[in-house]
């Protein structure tokens, strides 16, 4: 009796060469114990980005938004990467910006559009009021947009004899509930704005009026908010989470993550952390020099995305509803697009000389969808299709026509989610003995 155990994740893409051998497979760098993340695209290119360093992401319409430090403008895109138009222009009058680093869109906390797939590409006017906002470090300031580019407000830390244009509203940096200085990173949560401030997250109104700082950190750039947390990372290599809760007088520290060694492959540390992202559903994803890991709302480590070996300088990191993860390098003209497809275990077993056993499961579950069960003959025949259950575990016995060696057959299973069309596992075959 030969028994095949493969573990593979189910965005692998159709047409990868399967591997020999019967042992598991070790979960590797991309693949966690819930999803593998699978790199399907860019957005963007040399020809529009120069220095992509922000991302954000519109969970109504998938529009991206990367801002390019080299240009001093962001660029706008739809979902499926196609340039829609510029934000801002260089400089530091009205509408301008000097040196864009975070972005952020807003609203951020709405219910999916396509809760089984990704967004539709928006069309027309949306009733929904919408912002970019973008932290402009050599500007000194957080400016506001609305997706076409029209200005709509700005924060400004410097005085008005050196800026003395592009703010409606002004608050040094040195004054009792200052704006940053030069800004990295910018979020919104419902009426309240949160920002990296020296050692400090520091918490605004939705009108620029300082209300609370948090607990003093270890040199937060970037900032993240999900529920009643607040997610910040440091220049110690840390990453902070701190409560929402400010009734002591400031967003106190609950918890870090990392060591604070520089360690690009132990899972939950950091080679330097970069930036943090949260997902609608709680999910965070903070991203280092190497790779971007992936943690539950507890802070429990779920996966990895391992970043190309010639990235170089990884700046952002944003997240759509549906778990596509977009990824900006300093030396990188565009995002990187990464997908997430369930984890799914497959076993072979050869039973007898005419039957063969196809059992195994799939994680999260997916209900309705199928596993495939081909025979390799000249090409390959699919010869039965399971439909999974609500546990999407299963076991199915097939008996071949005759005795006869040499029969091959491998199985598959076809992620049904709209945005990894056309996408599978394809398992090692096993071969009758």
Same mark, same amino acid.
């Given at each position: 009796?030969?028994?095949?155990?493969? $573990?593979?994740?189910?965005?692998?893409?159709?047409?990868?060469?399967? =591997?020999?051998?019967?042992?598991?497979? !070790?979960?590797?760098?991309?693949?966690?114990?819930?999803?593998?993340?699978?790199?399907?695209?860019?957005?963007?290119?040399?020809?529009?980005?120069?220095?992509?360093?922000?991302?954000?992401?519109?969970?109504?319409?998938?529009?991206?938004?990367?801002?390019?430090?080299?240009?001093?403008?962001?660029?706008?895109?739809?979902?499926?990467?196609?340039?829609?138009?510029? +934000? #801002?222009?260089?400089?530091?009058?009205?509408?301008?910006?000097?040196?864009?680093?975070?972005?952020?869109?807003?609203?951020?906390?709405?219910?999916?559009?396509?809760?089984?797939?990704?967004?539709?590409?928006?069309?027309?006017?949306?009733?929904?009021?919408?912002?970019?906002?973008?932290?402009?470090?050599?500007?000194?300031?957080?400016?506001?947009?609305?997706?076409?580019?029209?200005?709509?407000?700005?924060?400004?830390? =410097?005085?008005?004899?050196?800026?003395?244009?592009?703010?409606?509203?002004?608050?040094?940096?040195?004054?009792?509930?200052?704006?940053?200085?030069?800004?990295?990173?910018?979020?919104?949560?419902?009426?309240?704005?949160?920002?990296?401030?020296?050692?400090?997250?520091?918490?605004?109104?939705?009108?620029?009026?300082?209300?609370?700082?948090?607990?003093?950190?270890? #040199?937060?750039?970037?900032?993240?908010?999900?529920?009643?947390?607040?997610?910040?990372?440091?220049?110690?290599?840390?990453?902070?989470?701190?409560?929402?809760?400010?009734?002591?007088?400031?967003?106190?520290?609950?918890?870090?993550?990392?060591?604070?060694?520089?360690?690009?492959?132990?899972?939950?540390?950091?080679?330097?952390?970069?930036?943090?992202?949260?997902?609608?559903?709680?999910?965070?994803?903070?991203?280092?020099?190497?790779?971007? !890991?992936?943690?539950?709302?507890?802070?429990?480590?779920?996966? $990895? +995305?391992?970043?190309?070996?010639?990235?170089?300088?990884? =700046?952002?990191?944003?997240?759509?509803?549906?778990?596509?993860?977009?990824?900006?390098?300093?030396?990188?003209?565009?995002?990187?697009?990464?997908?997430?497809?369930?984890?799914?275990?497959?076993?072979?077993?050869?039973?007898?000389?005419?039957?063969?056993?196809?059992?195994?499961?799939?994680?999260? #579950?997916?209900?309705?969808?199928? +596993?495939?069960?081909? !025979?390799?003959?000249?090409?390959?025949?699919?010869?039965?299709?399971?439909?999974?259950?609500?546990?999407? $575990?299963?076991?199915?016995?097939?008996?071949?026509?005759?005795?006869?060696?040499?029969?091959?057959?491998?199985?598959?299973?076809?992620?049904?989610?709209?945005?990894?069309?056309?996408?599978?596992?394809?398992?090692?075959?096993?071969?009758?003995?």
């Amino acid at each position: 009796m030969r028994t095949a155990l493969i $573990t593979l994740a189910a965005v692998l893409a159709l047409g990868l060469g399967a =591997s020999t051998g019967s042992t598991r497979r !070790q979960i590797v760098d991309g693949k966690g114990p819930g999803f593998r993340y699978t790199l399907v695209g860019r957005i963007g290119g040399p020809e529009t980005i120069e220095n992509a360093n922000g991302v954000a992401v519109d969970q109504l319409c998938g529009d991206v938004y990367i801002s390019d430090k080299g240009r001093g403008v962001v660029d706008r895109f739809d979902l499926n990467g196609k340039f829609l138009n510029v +934000i #801002g222009h260089p400089g530091r009058d009205r509408g301008g910006i000097g040196s864009p680093y975070g972005l952020f869109f807003t609203p951020a906390n709405i219910p999916p559009v396509n809760p089984e797939g990704a967004p539709p590409v928006c069309k027309g006017v949306s009733t929904l009021v919408k912002h970019i906002w973008v932290a402009d470090q050599a500007a000194g300031r957080i400016s506001i947009f609305e997706p076409d580019g029209t200005w709509e407000g700005g924060w400004c830390s =410097s005085p008005a004899a050196l800026q003395p244009d592009g703010c409606t509203v002004r608050r040094g940096s040195g004054s009792t509930g200052g704006f940053p200085a030069g800004p990295t990173d910018v979020w919104v949560a419902g009426d309240t704005v949160f920002a990296p401030f020296g050692r400090l997250i520091r918490e605004y109104d939705a009108s620029g009026n300082y209300f609370v700082d948090s607990a003093p950190l270890n #040199g937060p750039t970037s900032a993240a908010v999900v529920g009643g947390e607040l997610w910040a990372s440091e220049v110690n290599g840390k990453v902070a989470q701190l409560s929402l809760d400010a009734s002591s007088g400031r967003l106190p520290l609950v918890h870090e993550l990392g060591s604070g060694q520089y360690d690009g492959k132990t899972p939950g540390n950091f080679a330097g952390v970069r930036a943090v992202a949260t997902a609608p559903n709680g999910t965070v994803y903070v991203l280092d020099s190497t790779r971007v !890991q992936v943690f539950a709302p507890s802070g429990q480590y779920l996966s $990895t +995305i391992k970043l190309p070996a010639n990235f170089g300088g990884p =700046s952002d990191v944003a997240v759509r509803y549906d778990g596509t993860v977009y990824v900006t390098g300093a030396d990188r003209p565009g995002a990187l697009v990464y997908s997430p497809g369930p984890l799914v275990t497959l076993r072979l077993k050869q039973i007898g000389s005419r039957r063969i056993e196809l059992s195994g499961s799939v994680r999260p #579950g997916h209900a309705g969808a199928r +596993i495939e069960l081909q !025979q390799v003959q000249a090409g390959y025949v699919t010869i039965a299709k399971l439909r999974l259950g609500r546990s999407s $575990t299963f076991r199915f016995v097939r008996t071949v026509p005759r005795p006869h060696a040499g029969y091959a057959f491998r199985a598959f299973f076809r992620d049904p989610h709209p945005y990894h069309a056309n996408r599978a596992s394809r398992l090692e075959q096993i071969t009758l003995k």
